[in-house]
C-alpha cells in the first residue's frame, strides 16, 4: 500500500526565506506527482505536476523535483511571501493505480511579516 | 484552466437527514469524478471513485448504502450522505478528471463542502 509522508507537518519563516517542503513516497512505481495548495476551509489549486519521466517542474517561485528511486519529492518556494501561507499537500498516483491520488500528510506554511 | 463547481460550500443539517453535494466540471467533460472526505488538519481520503454511466468505486471501509454516489452525466457527479449523524460530520470534497486525450492525467478539484450534522 502507498504511503505518502510530508515533512516538516508545520513550517514557519519570515518573509523572503527560500524554503524546502519534502515528500516521501512508499512504492516508487508511480506515474506521476502533484503538489497542491489548499487554502483553509478551501478545496485545492494544483501547483505544479512531474511524470514519472521528468526530474523537476518550475512554476514562477515554485520548483518541484522527483527522484523515483528514492522515493522523493521537494517542493522549493523561492522568496516567500505571506500569501504563499498555506497547506501543501503532495500526491501521487501510482502506475496502473487507475488515476487514485494517495495523498500526503500535508505541510502547514505560514510566512510571517 | 478548468473549473470545477462545488454546491452547496457549507451545510447545516440535523441528525438523521440527507444531503446531497454536486459537483459539475463546467467547461470540460469528465470521464471519471473522485469524492475525498477531510477531517481536520489531516489530509485527504478518497472515499470513491464514480464513471460516467457505471456504479462508483468505493474504497475499503466505506460505506456505499450511507454514501450514494450517482454520476449522470460527462459533468456531474452527486454525493449523497443519507441519514447522516453527527460522526459524518467533515469537509468533502470532489475532483473531476479531464477527458482531453493525450497529456498527463489531471485532476481539478472543487472548493469542498463543509457538512455539520447537528
Known amino acids: 500500500k502507498q504511503e505518502v509522508t510530508q515533512i516538516p507537518a508545520a513550517l514557519s519563516v519570515p518573509e523572503g526565506e527560500n524554503l524546502v517542503l519534502n515528500c516521501s513516497f512508499t512504492?516508487?512505481?508511480?506515474?506521476?506527482l502533484q503538489w497542491f495548495r489548499q487554502d483553509p476551509g478551501k478545496g485545492l489549486t494544483s501547483l505544479l505536476l512531474i511524470q514519472s519521466s521528468q526530474r523537476e517542474q518550475t512554476s514562477g517561485r515554485l520548483n518541484a523535483s522527483l527522484d523515483k528511486s528514492s522515493g522523493r519529492s521537494t517542493l522549493y518556494i523561492a522568496a516567500s511571501q505571506p500569501g504563499d501561507s498555506a497547506t501543501y499537500l503532495c500526491?501521487?498516483?501510482?502506475?496502473?493505480?487507475?488515476?487514485?491520488?494517495?495523498f500526503g500528510t500535508g505541510t502547514q506554511l505560514k510566512v510571517e511579516l | 484552466g478548468a473549473v470545477v463547481s462545488q454546491h452547496p460550500s457549507r451545510v447545516i443539517c440535523k441528525s438523521g437527514t440527507s444531503v446531497k453535494i454536486e459537483c459539475r466540471s463546467l467547461d470540460f467533460q469528465a470521464t471519471t469524478m473522485f469524492w475525498y472526505r477531510q477531517f481536520p488538519k489531516q489530509s485527504l481520503m478518497l472515499m470513491a471513485t464514480s464513471n460516467e454511466g457505471s456504479k462508483a468505486t468505493y474504497e475499503q471501509g466505506v460505506e456505499k448504502d450511507k454514501f450514494l454516489i450517482n454520476h449522470a452525466s460527462l459533468t456531474l457527479s452527486t454525493l449523497t450522505v443519507t441519514s447522516a449523524h453527527p460522526e459524518d460530520s467533515s469537509f468533502y470534497i470532489c475532483?473531476?478528471?479531464?477527458?482531453?486525450?493525450?497529456?498527463?492525467?489531471?485532476?481539478?478539484f472543487g472548493a469542498g463542502t463543509r457538512l455539520s450534522v447537528l
Open positions: 475532483s473531476a478528471r479531464s477527458k482531453l486525450a493525450g497529456g498527463p492525467a489531471v485532476q481539478y
Open positions: 500526491a501521487v498516483i501510482l502506475t496502473g493505480g487507475g488515476n487514485k491520488l494517495t
Open positions: 512504492d516508487s512505481a508511480i506515474y506521476n
